[in-house]
């Protein structure tokens, strides 16, 4: 296992320089600025991750606008009580992905950010306290009390929310065995487990961030 120093290194002689890979790697929001986002936007992010799954992403970003409209600004209290009969008049709007299973699924998230806000008085102060040294446990929670965002759906929610994060993309697994890291699946509860102790490990070397180590992962590879 090779310590973050290096491997900045490798992703540095990969992408042009150390000058050019700090243009391609983002930063996490601070707590606080996560935990000023609105519930309403909490939701909207989980709900794009859930249409983009396995669908053209380009499609689902170019049709947001109206899927907001229709689902009327993805208020979280509202959503959270859509009848069976309003997803039937969905599937037949135009507007939005004409998928039952993914419309349930929204009203499904609908209902956790609500039961999130009663719990932690907003959803977006469960996101933000939430350590990023168990950050694997925040998946779990996730993939437990949500809908349609286990694995790599739910890794993308919350990096596209600006949660500091890693996200098991094909190159950022690649590198983690080239580093062995992990042997097997990558999504076995032990993997998981060694995957985040080499990240908290890296992001002590480094005095970086989850998500900063991981898209220098990504680009020692890709």
Known sequence: MRTFSKLYELAAARKGGKQALDTLIGKPKSA????????????SGMAKAVFRAGFNWSVVDNK?????????????????????DHLDALLKDTRV????RKLKAIVTNARYVVDLAEEHGTAAKYFARYSSTDYIGLLADIKRRAAYLGGVTGQYFLREMGKDSFILSRDVVAALQRETIFT?????????????????DWVEDGGESLTRVSRVLAFTVG
């Open 32 to 43: 606080g600025s996560l935990a000023r986002i609105p519930d309403d936007r909490w939701l």
């Open 64 to 84: 947001w606008p109206d899927i907001e409209a229709a689902f009327d600004g993805f208020d979280p209290h509202r959503v959270a009580y859509l009848s069976d």
């Open 97 to 100: 992905i004409r998928q039952w």
């Open 184 to 200: 097997g699946s990558p999504t076995s509860k032990s993997s998981l487990v060694a995957i985040q102790r080499a990240f908290n």
